[in-house]
């Protein structure tokens, strides 16, 4: 593990680690009353890192990062080399995490974060379905999951919490930065997350972006190559603020109790099964099968035809909102992927049901 970063006051200071560190037994023998020192040959001295957090020279090849505005440095932490409180919310957390060699794998960091939200694992084939991300020098997994958060350590399910955050596996090193929290914060704070993505790098401090300029992004979910949807929104709905991996949002019913929104990602993002076989998953419902799919009705989107789900919630121990009921649709296009999504509860999303149909008629995405 590598060693933990300083912390200052400074929200726009630049950071700098050291490398990471492989640790060995001490010998192949048992010894049973020896420490877990003797045991490992590793003790929290190996994780107190230094007291301050000098700029490394220009040139200077270790990782650094740019703090977004209104986040606050938090005290160190065990095993933790960024240790961030996200703005809007004091249980609100954002870290990295370093390790050597793959550190169990892509499948096995996934479906512990997913545990951690009281959420069933994903398949390898749901796994590698997930969005990628470009970030230092490698792809990471890009993961988004709600659920009831018990962390790791059991504790009572907080209900309402999401978690977003990056997986990046090599063979001598992995990285996980992880930001979680209450749903509606996190969602408020993903632009600052990209923000943060894109500041990690090996080389000098990025210099930050002139006053009104759009931050650049971290994972688009389609190049900028591809022309833009078109679509018309039904009446009463009302668009939401701009998430990332999302082409729009839009919320509708009383209270904006329902939400529906879009996405669009490059290639098949791992085919109609794997994605559906997602939602039921993010809804604790059982997977489909292909002879399921087959039985799916059918509309009109974008000049083919897509694939109409209905998945209610299923029955799991802490995960809110029992009457919860999902709507979606699926399209493939040529190289690219479309995918619609409304939540909420089952009779306020019934009731939105034919101006879900009206709006996924209407998308159109240009060659």
């Known amino acids: 593990m590598a060693a933990l970063a300083g912390c200052g006051d400074d929200s726009s200071s630049v950071h700098a680690l050291g490398p990471a560190k492989t640790y060995e037994p001490v010998g192949a023998n048992i010894q049973w009353n020896a420490s877990a020192e003797e045991r490992h040959g590793i003790s929290?001295?190996?994780?107190?890192?230094?007291?301050?957090?000098?700029?490394?020279?220009?040139?200077?090849?270790?990782?650094?990062?740019?703090?977004?505005?209104?986040?606050?440095?938090?005290?160190?932490?065990?095993?933790?080399e960024v240790n961030l409180q996200v703005a809007g919310d004091?249980?609100?957390?954002?870290?990295?995490?370093?390790?050597?060699?793959?550190?169990?794998?892509?499948?096995?960091?996934?479906?512990?974060?997913?545990?951690?939200?009281?959420?069933?694992?994903?398949?390898?084939?749901?796994?590698?379905?997930?969005?990628?991300?470009?970030?230092?020098?490698?792809?990471?997994?890009?993961?988004?999951?709600?659920?009831?958060?018990?962390?790791?350590?059991g504790d009572p399910p907080r209900e309402g919490w999401r978690l977003v955050g990056l997986v990046l596996v090599r063979p001598d090193q992995s990285r996980f930065l992880k930001m979680v929290g209450?749903?509606?914060?996190?969602?408020?704070?993903l632009g600052s997350f990209r923000e943060l993505v894109d500041s990690f790098d090996g080389g000098p401090p990025r210099k930050p972006e002139a006053p009104g300029a759009e931050p650049a992004r971290a994972g688009s979910p389609v190049d900028e190559d591809h022309a833009p949807l078109t679509w018309q929104a039904p009446p009463g709905w009302r668009r939401g603020p701009d998430k990332d991996m999302r082409v729009v949002t839009y919320f509708a019913g009383e209270g904006d109790a329902v939400e529906c929104y879009v996405t669009l990602l490059g290639g098949d993002a791992g085919g109609v099964l794997a994605n559906i076989n997602r939602w039921c998953t993010q809804m604790g419902?059982?997977?489909?099968?292909e002879e399921d799919i087959a039985q799916l009705e059918r509309l009109?989107?974008?000049?083919?035809?897509?694939?109409?789900?209905?998945?209610?919630?299923?029955?799991?121990?802490?995960?809110?909102?029992a009457q919860e009921q999902l709507e979606g649709a699926v399209c493939m296009l040529a190289g690219r992927a479309l995918f619609v999504k409304l939540t909420g509860p089952r009779d306020a999303v019934a009731a939105q049901h034919e101006a879900l149909l009206a709006f996924c008629r209407s998308l159109r995405a240009s060659l």
């Not at 419902?285 to 099968?289: F, G, M, N, S, V």
């Not at 083919?304 to 209905?310: A, E, I, N, S």
Request: hydrophobic share 40%.
């Open 44 to 80: 929290a001295r190996d994780f107190a890192g230094p007291a301050t957090a000098d700029v490394p020279a220009a040139g200077d090849a270790k990782l650094r990062w740019t703090t977004p505005a209104g986040w606050k440095e938090k005290p160190l932490s065990s095993m933790r």
């Open 300 to 321: 009109p989107m974008s000049g083919t035809d897509g694939l109409l789900v209905r998945i209610e919630r299923g029955e799991h121990p802490g995960v809110p909102n």
């Open 182 to 189: 209450p749903a509606d914060v996190i969602g408020r704070e």
């Open 285 to 289: 419902a059982p997977p489909l099968t």
């Open 90 to 153: 004091p249980l609100a957390e954002c870290y990295l995490t370093t390790l050597a060699g793959e550190a169990g794998g892509v499948d096995s960091n996934v479906n512990r974060w997913r545990a951690q939200l009281s959420l069933p694992s994903l398949s390898a084939a749901e796994v590698a379905a997930l969005p990628r991300v470009a970030w230092l020098g490698g792809e990471a997994v890009y993961v988004d999951f709600e659920g009831a958060w018990t962390g790791m350590s």
